[in-house]
């Protein structure tokens, strides 16, 4: 599985950015994809995911309301469109993809980070 994360920039606090996530070579363990973040300084964490056959979605408390995650079956391609973004958001995204959504065991399979600046 090969994941490419894209869309990244600076952004005023406020503002709204979307990120994509080209998916290739998907399996079937890798069902779930999903977006986790590293900001400087800070461990990594979980942002929002979702199963790639059901469409069921998981978010983060901290982006419920502002994130929202979805698939593109056509293009192959997973979004994150974050709205209302605050300077706490700023952080390295990254696109990761496993058999499940689960935040209890590292994913199996990463894609490069896209960098966040939300800043004014």
């Known amino acids: 599985v090969q994941l490419q994360a894209s869309g990244g920039g600076l952004v005023q606090p406020g503002g709204s950015l979307r990120l994509s996530c080209a998916v290739s070579?998907?399996?079937?363990?890798?069902?779930?994809l999903g977006w986790f973040r590293q900001a400087p300084e800070k461990e990594r964490e979980f942002v929002a995911a979702?199963?790639?056959?059901?469409?069921?979605?998981y978010y983060a408390n901290f982006v419920k309301g502002r994130f929202t995650i979805s698939r593109d079956n056509a293009k192959n391609t997973v979004a994150l469109q974050m709205n209302n973004l605050k300077p706490e958001d700023t952080a390295v995204y990254y696109c990761?993809?496993?058999?499940?959504?689960?935040?209890?065991?590292?994913?199996?399979?990463w894609g490069r980070g896209t960098l966040v600046t939300v800043s004014s």
């Open positions: 990761a993809a496993d058999s499940i959504a689960t935040t209890r065991r590292p994913w199996n399979y």
């Open positions: 070579g998907r399996t079937p363990s890798s069902d779930a």
């Open positions: 979702i199963n790639w056959s059901s469409g069921i979605t």
